[in-house]
């Protein structure tokens, strides 16, 4: 998958594309992410349920945001693919987040989880072709393709890897 190959730049999901390499699959960003989850894992066990502010997430909640995103954006890049016509609708994550609890979860569950859904989604997108990936459709009120899904599945994790180094272990990088 390369960026330079996507027909345009989806509104909205642009903010997650550009948090991309130009050239990046999901199985590199896979062994990527999993990469900097190993180098966090101890300040992801250390901060696992501490708040940086009362009504923001607390670092598993983030592990469990980020799987709940890459399920929904993989049916709607399967919908896509194989020919949905019509409007995908949107999701509310902070609805989503009222409605899951990490209180009695792992870390390492979560990063188990993880891992299940990359690798779920580099199989459906393994089993794209050329054309189902540039299939065009409506997600909410934004016209995307599968392709611009793959990169807003890696790089809206990139942001959150990101948003977690900075809000929560900023002082160990």
């Known amino acids: 998958m390369k960026r330079k190959d996507l027909a345009f730049m989806p509104n909205f999901f642009d903010r997650y594309i550009l948090q991309t390499e ?3 699959s999901l199985s590199e960003s896979l062994e990527n992410t999993k990469d900097v989850f190993r180098v ?6 250390k901060f696992q349920d501490f708040r940086y502010q009362p009504d923001k997430w607390t670092p598993k909640d983030i592990l469990q945001h980020v799987i709940d995103n890459e399920r929904i954006m993989a049916y709607r890049a399967l919908s896509l693919a194989r020919g949905e016509s019509q409007r995908l609708i ?3 994550e902070n609805e989503y987040a009222k409605n899951f609890s990490t209180f009695n979860r792992t870390v390492e569950s979560l990063l188990e989880e993880f891992d299940s859904v990359r690798n779920s989604s580099i ?4 089993s794209f072709d050329e054309k189902m990936f540039k299939r065009e459709g409506v997600c909410f009120e934004t016209k995307i393709t599968p392709l611009a899904l793959g990169f807003v599945i890696v790089g809206h994790a990139n942001h959150h890897l990101k948003v977690f ?9």
């Open 22 to 24: 130009e050239d990046l």
């Open 40 to 45: 966090l894992k101890e300040d992801l066990v």
């Open 90 to 92: 949107g999701y509310d």
């Open 123 to 126: 199989t459906l997108f393994n």
């Open 165 to 173: 180094k900075e809000r929560y272990v900023k002082n160990s990088f």
